[in-house]
C-alpha cells in the first residue's frame, strides 16, 4: 500500500519531548520534500517544519524554532521530528506530507501526493 505513515504521539508532560517518525511504504521518499503539519480542535492547520529533498535545508515555524528538529534517513525512508520543551499548545494532531518548498520565501505547499493518517501529541501535566 502506497502511504505515509506517522508514529511516536502520545501524551507528555510540559517540558518533556517527543520523536516523530513519517515512514513512506510504496514510494521512495527522497525524491520529496517532506513537511510536519498539526491541527489542534478549533484551530486552522498549520506548518510546523519542512526539509527539502535535494540539500536538507530545514523551515520551521517560529513558535517550535530552537525547541524542534526535522531530520531524515533516505536509507530508511523514514522522516523524523525531534521535540523537545514541549509546552501545552504544542498539543495537537500532527501529520506528515509530501510539499513543495518555495525557496525564496520558505513557504511550502502540500503537493496532493501523499498526506499521513496523523498522530496525537499531548502536552499535559
Known amino acids: 500500500q502506497v502511504q505515509l505513515v506517522e508514529s511516536g504521539g502520545g501524551l507528555v508532560q510540559p517540558g518533556g519531548s517527543l520523536r516523530l517518525s513519517c515512514v513512506a511504504s510504496g514510494f521512495t521518499l527522497d525524491v520529496y520534500a517532506i513537511a510536519w503539519f498539526r491541527q489542534a480542535p478549533g484551530k486552522e492547520r498549520e506548518g510546523v517544519s519542512c526539509?527539502?529533498?535535494?540539500?536538507?535545508?530545514?523551515y520551521y515555524a517560529d513558535s517550535v524554532k530552537g525547541r524542534f528538529t526535522i531530520s531524515r534517513d533516505n536509507a530508511k525512508n523514514t522522516v523524523y521530528l525531534q521535540m523537545n520543551r514541549l509546552k501545552p499548545e504544542d498539543t495537537a494532531v500532527y501529520y506528515c506530507?509530501?510539499?513543495?518548498?518555495?525557496?525564496?520565501?520558505?513557504?511550502?505547499?502540500?503537493?496532493?501526493?501523499?498526506w499521513g493518517q496523523g498522530t496525537q501529541v499531548t502536552v499535559s501535566s
Open positions: 506530507a509530501t510539499v513543495m518548498v518555495d525557496e525564496l520565501s520558505g513557504n511550502y505547499y502540500y503537493t496532493g501526493d501523499y
Open positions: 526539509i527539502s529533498s535535494s540539500d536538507e535545508t530545514t
